[in-house]
């Protein structure tokens, strides 16, 4: 992904938030575009729930959420660093 992306506004929670809010917003969030549920085209529902998916993986892990962190900080782009 070399597009910019701010996890924390795609699973709508703040920067601080703890594992458990950050697990909660995931699931309301992958309830509501999962593609068999959504009103979503099927391509943007993909691309929606790939999306809120890659935010919580990234978010969920304290490792990654630490280097996540650390790249908003020094301003490098999502996709040169996480994978």
Known sequence: MSR??????????????????????YRTLAKHYHPDVTRLGTAQALETFHLITQ???T??????RAQYDA???????????MR
Do not use: S
């Open 4 to 25: 910019e992306v701010d996890y924390y506004a795609v699973l709508q929670v703040r920067q601080g938030a703890d594992e458990a809010n950050i697990r909660a917003a």
């Open 55 to 57: 935010a919580y993986e």
């Open 59 to 64: 978010l969920g892990d304290p490792r990654r």
């Open 71 to 81: 790249m908003r900080k020094e301003g490098t782009k999502v996709g040169e660093i």
